[in-house]
């Protein structure tokens, strides 16, 4: 199996050849809608472009949550306007040990739009910088593609299916936020009743790395079915890129997550652990 993750001096490798791949620039911050576009504009990668978490990777938020998934239309129009095809490889980078927006990028891209060579560098931004990579502005220049994804909506799951379903809820949010002591983000706190608390966080090492594929594989949750969910499906997405590094068989996304799913008053919140 071909690891979803790339390293810094993997990359630095890759792109000095023929073949380099494309990078995706998703560096986001939550509290800023245009933080991401401008820290791409002030320095990337070179060559790199910028998918934007909430242009980009979701649809205007509402009855699906805040960060929903875009339309299948939109999406490929995202992809067409950046010049992705399957028979170029893709390297998507954030910031954030992949949880602001890497992951999400690679949850779209390849679960979900299935393009057969998406990889997230491992330890993004800072990793590159800690290799010696360069960086250099973001420039929007590219040559637009006419791929149209075969999409797979086996890969996720909406609120019917996770109220009416027997799967295992893991929440990818602080375990803080999962007992309902703090709800920095959305109006109410608390959790899906049922769920288990695996902060997405606890899939990285000390150095902001993916930890190896043996120990993922023997810290990770083990079900019959899986759902991962967090606030608005961006971090949900971290968790499932770790069943993919320990290959294990993947969770599906639930994309509303708790935002979405608190929009109906009658589903039930759970607090504590």
Not at 53 to 63: C, E, K, S, T, V
Not at 120 to 147: C, F, K, Q, R, Y
Not at 199 to 211: H, I, M, R, V
Not at 230 to 246: D, F, M, Q
């Amino acid at each position: 199996m071909r690891s979803p993750l790339m390293s810094a001096a993997a990359l630095q490798r890759r792109l000095a050849t023929d073949v380099s791949p494309l990078l995706l620039d998703c560096r986001a911050r939550l509290n800023d809608t245009g933080a991401g576009r401008a820290l791409w504009r002030q320095a990337s990668l070179p060559g790199s472009l910028h998918l934007d978490l909430d242009r980009d990777l979701a649809a205007a938020p509402g009855q699906g949550g805040r960060h929903p998934l875009p339309s299948r239309q939109a999406f490929t129009d995202t992809l067409q306007r950046l010049g992705v095809a399957p028979s170029r490889p893709l390297v998507v980078f954030d910031d954030m040990g992949g949880q602001l927006a890497a992951a999400r990028a690679w949850w779209m891209l390849a679960c979900w739009a299935g393009h057969p060579g998406v990889q997230v560098l491992d330890g993004g931004l800072p990793a590159w910088e800690a290799a010696g990579g360069a960086l250099a502005p973001g420039d929007d220049a590219t040559i637009p593609s006419e791929w149209r994804p075969a999409f797979d909506d086996s890969t996720w799951v909406d609120a019917d299916e996770v109220f009416s379903g027997r799967a295992l809820k893991l929440d990818a949010r602080s375990p803080a936020r999962f007992r309902g002591e703090q709800e920095p983000i959305d109006p109410v706190a608390g959790h899906i009743p049922g769920a288990r608390c695996r902060p997405s966080a606890t899939n990285l090492d000390e150095t902001g790395l993916f930890k190896s594929p043996e120990r993922l594989a023997a810290e990770l949750p083990r079900a019959d079915e899986l759902i991962s969910y967090c606030g608005s499906g961006v971090t949900a997405c971290h968790t499932i890129l770790a069943y993919a590094v320990a290959d294990l068989p993947l969770p599906r996304l639930y994309a509303g997550s708790w935002s979405g799913w608190i929009e109906d008053p009658t589903r039930p919140v759970a607090r504590g652990d």
